[in-house]
């Protein structure tokens, strides 16, 4: 039972960042170059007119760890036990995805190639430290107030 749950959680944790970052970049309306979503379709083409714009990047970094932090929070919330590793999968599979990006469409630039590897573990990480310490204070709450109740 557990297999499906943590399954289910990785899933639901890679399709929040994947949209997550989707609509962050539908965001700005200068980027969007096209009419259909259809974004495997397109995405060669918009990299090559994007590829001396350091404020796309930018902000795909950006995104991409937000992305990634909420992401590694709805898993983490999802999954019973080792919050923090099953967000920090989704790190992993994020940064796949992304160094597949970077191999089949060869326009981004060096700074972002280099930081993606410092921007999705680090944030997966956040996502799933925000979950664990959340749940270590109820914990803590529910044994003091179960403490202070048998004292009475």
């Not at 557990?2 to 960042?17: K, Y």
């Not at 902000?59 to 929070?73: A, C, K, M, N, W």
């Not at 590793?85 to 089949?104: C, E, K, N, R, S």
């Not at 430290?129 to 109740?149: C, F, G, L, Q, S």
């Amino acid at each position: 039972m557990n297999f499906l749950r943590n399954t289910i959680a990785v899933i639901v944790g890679l399709a929040i960042a994947g949209l997550t970052i989707t609509l962050g970049i539908r965001v700005f309306p200068q980027w969007v170059t096209f009419e259909a979503f259809a974004p495997f379709e397109h995405w060669q083409k918009f990299l090559f007119s994007m590829q001396d714009d350091g404020a796309f990047f930018g902000f795909l970094l950006f995104i991409s760890g937000l992305g990634t932090t909420i992401g590694g929070v709805a898993t983490a919330i999802i999954v019973k036990y080792a919050k923090v590793a099953y967000a920090i999968l989704i790190g992993f599979i994020m940064l796949f995805i992304a160094m597949l990006d970077v191999i089949v469409f060869p326009y981004h630039p060096t700074f972002y190639k280099i930081s993606i590897f410092l921007t999705f573990f680090p944030f997966s990480w956040i996502g799933g430290k925000i979950v664990e310490v959340i749940y270590e204070r109820k914990k803590k709450k529910k044994i003091a107030d179960k403490m202070n109740h048998q004292s009475k």
